[in-house]
């Protein structure tokens, strides 16, 4: 449904060119949830954003790529054949949605204007498919709740309303770009949930782009690790968690605090910050703060290479030297606990 190919997002800002996609390629399937993960600053707002063709201009130029959505090619597009498919075949949920929200329009008013911006029906017709939309969601008397304001609803019930307006013409392709940020675990509990949910009812593709760990867990069918504007490891949720081939990622699940091992309950943060976006460093991005880097990983910028079918890893380090590397500093770390 969706392929991407060697696509780069630059920002052309007072201090130079921001690298923030950088030669990025992958795949979504119609029915299929994946999931992006990584660090704040790591581009994956703006390639969210670039899909939909969002991103500021001329702010942000694309130097290379394409972005094929069932091939047709999204940067070729003029803006009116962009504003047909935006909330028609592809959909967006941003981050915070009581700035996406009109806080002067009731909500059953922005809905049907969703409806009815890309399907000819009178507002009748259109009121009663917003209404089904609220229940769907889980909002609760929504006939009534279709006559009140976003300041009226909380945080998570506002977040519903977005998915809502989201899913109003059926898209193909929902991209979630972090959609519970701010939202306590209960709530974004349900929200996971709900997702799926009306992932089977309508068949939708899922892209869910956030720095959670556990929810892509709970949701991905496969997963993409983004660092420094490029992907440095793909593939199935088993293999990102359980079979990671790349430093970064295991800094990443590393830094998560674990209750179900003594000593554990710990952070063990990521040293060092990320890179200069606007002038990266040599070799591999990671290496300045990477446990095992090699005088080699400043000097050769690893390519993202398949490991195993579907497991794709950017990173010098063969699979045998990344477990003894990892099984000796994790040895050193229980010691310390212990001490």
């Known amino acids: ?110 809905l049907i204007e969703a409806i009815r911006s890309h399907k000819k029906m009178p507002r009748h017709k259109a009121e009663a498919e917003a209404i089904e939309l609220l229940q769907d969601v889980g909002i609760p008397d929504a006939e009534r709740r279709m006559h009140e304001y976003p300041h009226e609803f909380s945080g998570g019930m506002r977040q519903r309303v977005m998915i809502a307006i989201a899913l109003a013409c059926r898209p193909k392709l929902l991209i979630a770009d972090e959609p519970t940020t701010a939202l306590d675990v209960t709530i974004q509990a349900q929200i996971l949930e709900m997702l799926r949910t009306i992932q089977n009812k309508y068949g939708t593709a899922i892209l869910i782009i956030t720095h959670d760990l556990g929810v892509v867990a709970r949701l991905a069918d496969r997963v993409m690790v983004m660092y420094s504007g490029r992907i440095v490891e793909e593939g199935s949720t088993a293999d990102i968690f359980y079979r990671t081939s790349m430093p970064y990622t295991w800094s990443l699940l590393r830094s ?69 590397q990892k099984q000796l500093l994790e040895a050193v770390d229980r010691k310390e606990v212990l001490a």
Do not use: W
């Open 256 to 324: 998560i605090p674990r209750l179900d091992e003594a000593g554990q309950d710990r952070l063990i943060p990521i040293q060092g910050q990320p890179p200069n976006l606007v002038t990266p460093p040599k070799g591999c991005n990671f290496s300045p703060r990477c446990p095992f880097a090699t005088p080699e990983c400043a000097e050769i910028d690893p390519a993202l290479t398949e490991r195993r079918h579907g497991h794709r890893v950017a990173c010098i380090l063969s699979e045998m030297e990344f477990e003894e």
């Open 1 to 110: 449904m969706l392929e991407v190919k060697d696509l780069k997002a630059y920002l052309d800002t007072s201090t130079g060119v921001v690298k923030a996609v950088d030669q990025v390629s992958f795949t979504v399937k119609a029915g299929e949830t994946v999931g992006i993960v990584g660090e704040s600053g790591s581009g994956k707002s703006v390639l969210a954003l670039s899909l939909m063709q969002l991103n500021p201009t001329p702010l942000t130029f694309y130097p290379q790529g394409e972005i094929l959505f069932e091939g047709r090619n999204l940067l070729g597009l003029r803006e009116r054949a962009l504003r047909k498919m935006r909330g028609n075949e592809i959909s967006m949920i941003f981050q915070d949605p009581m700035s996406s929200l009109n806080p002067i329009f009731k909500i059953g008013n922005q």
